[in-house]
């Protein structure tokens, strides 16, 4: 395994989990980066050697609206284009939407939820999803607040990388900062990748969490 350092957080570079191809689906509300974010998560993808695409879901565009993003990441070339209806993993970039729309359509009980949220999945209405799923595969994380308190912004989008980096495995936390190094610069940068940091060293404490919980005394 291969250890690098951000910004004093030791981050392991897991060797991959799951299938060669995954697939991710964002869902979030229009200004809030959920494009980007499927964008970056490519990147990352590209910076690790690894074949990706990613693409919206086109429809309205106007701030507020329910916004969906794709990307796929695979060992080899990608050649289906189609819109991800069986997705591996499933990143919810606005709570609100949890009961407007069908967010988890296509999510197997093996896939990998991620919310932007301060509440839990029971505050949420989520307990009877979460007891159909794994739980080491379920986080949740303030990223919003993260990028306020790194950013001086609302938006969720990089953050959110970092959590997904830690709770799937698919890609290095160095390879998400890689990306959102290429996307902005300077201290819109610096501080998209601490957030993401942050909401990594979050999501890895609640599966130690959940591993301590399973693991017999």
Do not use: W
Not at 23 to 36: A, C, L, P, S
Not at 89 to 96: F, L, M, N
Not at 121 to 131: K, P
Request: net charge negative; with cysteine; aromatic share 4%.
């Amino acid at each position: 395994m291969v250890r690098v350092d951000i910004d004093g957080l030791e981050n392991e570079a897991r060797p991959r989990k799951g299938p060669a191809l995954f697939q991710v689906r964002f869902h979030g509300r229009g200004g809030q980066g959920v494009v980007t974010a499927a964008e970056m998560l490519s990147v990352a993808a590209f910076v690790e050697g690894r074949h990706a695409q990613a693409f919206p879901s086109f429809g309205s565009e106007r701030a507020g609206a329910p916004v969906v993003a794709f990307c796929r990441i695979s060992d080899t070339e990608i050649r289906t284009h189609s819109p991800i209806a069986a997705p591996d993993a499933v990143v919810v970039q606005d709570a609100t939407l949890l009961h407007q729309v069908d967010l988890f359509a296509g999510l197997g009980a093996d896939g990998y939820l991620l919310i932007n949220t301060t509440h839990s999945l029971d505050e949420l209405g989520l307990g009877e999803l979460a007891e159909g799923m794994r739980r080491d595969r379920l986080a949740i994380v303030p990223a919003t607040q993260l990028a306020l308190e790194h950013l001086g912004r609302p938006v969720p989008n990089a953050v959110l990388l970092g959590g997904l980096a830690a709770l799937s495995g698919v890609v290095s936390l160095d390879a998400v900062v890689g990306a959102i190094k290429e996307r902005f610069t300077g201290p819109l940068a610096d501080g998209n990748a601490a957030a993401a940091a942050a909401a990594y060293r979050i999501v890895a404490e609640q599966q130690e969490e959940v591993a301590s919980l399973a693991t017999p005394a």
